[in-house]
């Protein structure tokens, strides 16, 4: 069984720019969440997918944005990123038949905006 | 929304028992559960408290009291692997949001 996978692990962009960050969920999952975290803080809940469809957001702006495709992969895009988008970004999957709340996190995408 | 109060840091010898509070301030959520993060790893998943009580998980146990607010995540028998930043966490009732607390670091000495 593979677990929740995530592409690149560092990306380096300047102010202004846009990025893409991948996930993978581990195999059988059909619902995909991303968090935002900051050095020494708790995650921050983005969005989450359930079978294609967001199913619930995060106090973040509009300029974060994701996709699920029907292979439950995910993107997460941001546009317009600013210094602050600097932080580790985790999605985590889990499925309908898993214990409450359980989710699988993939390693992180350090993302560092210059 | 949600806000969850977490103690920054505990050091405790190995052997030792800690026990991790997590006070909450809430209009309605489904459960509480417990994530564990080591330094530049990805978080895993503890336990989880859906009803009043106590659930034990081998040398972990976590118990989630509604009516104060307030649950824990007990470590018993400590073992250096055990230092690592603990996490409780809340699925919030209107929203599906999860939201985490600031974590609690625990420090594991010989």
């Known amino acids: 069984e593979t677990g929740v996978t995530q592409s690149p692990t560092h990306l380096i962009k300047t102010r202004g720019q846009q990025v893409t960050l991948r996930c993978s969920s581990q195999s059988g999952h059909n619902t995909v969440s991303w968090y935002q975290q900051a050095l020494g803080q708790g995650p921050q809940f983005i969005f989450q997918y359930y079978r294609e469809e967001e199913n619930g957001r995060g106090n973040f702006p509009p300029r974060f944005s994701g996709l699920q495709f029907p292979n439950y992969s995910s993107e997460l895009n941001v546009n317009a990123l600013e210094l602050d988008d600097s932080a580790l970004y985790l999605c985590?999957?889990?499925?309908?038949?898993?214990?409450?709340?359980?989710?699988?996190f993939g390693p992180g995408t350090r993302l560092t905006v210059l | 929304g949600q806000s969850l109060e977490q103690p920054s840091e505990v050091t405790a010898v190995e052997g030792a028992i800690v026990q991790i509070n997590c006070t909450y301030q809430?209009?309605?959520?489904?459960?509480l559960s417990w994530y564990q993060q080591h330094d530049g790893g990805a978080p895993t998943f503890l336990s989880y408290n859906g009803l009043d009580g106590l659930e034990e998980t081998g040398r972990f146990s976590s118990f989630l009291s509604r009516s104060d607010s307030y649950g824990y995540l007990l470590l018993q028998e400590l073992q250096m692997k055990d230092s690592a930043s603990y996490f409780c966490?809340?699925?919030?009732?209107?929203?599906?949001?999860?939201?985490f607390g600031g974590g609690t670091r625990v420090l594991v000495k010989p």
């Open positions: 985590a999957s889990s499925s309908d038949g898993g214990r409450q709340d359980e989710q699988f």
């Open positions: 809430t209009s309605g959520f489904y459960g």
């Open positions: 966490a809340v699925r919030e009732a209107a929203g599906n949001k999860l939201t």
